[in-house]
């Protein structure tokens, strides 16, 4: 079993920066892998990123790629989501996710979800 607890959303200005953080309890933090979702009202949950349990793969959004960066902390228990260059399409509720074995860009792929982090990005 696996809890995860996001935190670090907030309201930014145009072009500014967040970091989003992910601190997962329980054991063997390393066999998952960590995905990045986000979803607005009414729309279907959307794949940002997702980074393997070791760190070292990582896959982006078109959308997104080149201004947001996965990253993670196995010593932590802890991942990350760095937003940059962050315009008004961004805004949206932000969730992470862990399955065990690699990631996938669907999100019935998930078991675990955290609570969701709002981002609001004003123009």
């Known amino acids: 079993q696996v809890q995860l607890v996001e935190s670090g959303g907030g309201l930014v200005q145009a072009g500014g920066s967040l970091r989003l953080s992910c601190v997962a309890s329980g054991r063997s933090f390393r066999n998952y892998a960590i995905a990045w979702f986000r979803q607005a009202p009414g729309k279907e949950r959307e794949f940002v990123a997702g980074?393997?349990?070791?760190?070292?793969?990582?896959s982006y959004a078109d959308s997104v790629k080149g201004r947001f960066t996965a990253s993670r902390d196995n010593a932590k228990n802890t991942a990350y989501l760095q937003l940059s260059s962050l315009n008004a399409e961004d805004t949206d509720v932000y969730y992470c996710?862990?399955?065990?074995?690699?990631?996938?860009?669907?999100?019935?792929?998930?078991?675990?979800w955290g609570q969701g982090t709002q981002v609001t990005v004003s123009s």
């Open positions: 996710a862990a399955r065990q074995g690699g990631y996938y860009r669907s999100p019935q792929e998930y078991t675990y």
């Open positions: 980074i393997s349990g070791s760190g070292g793969t990582t």
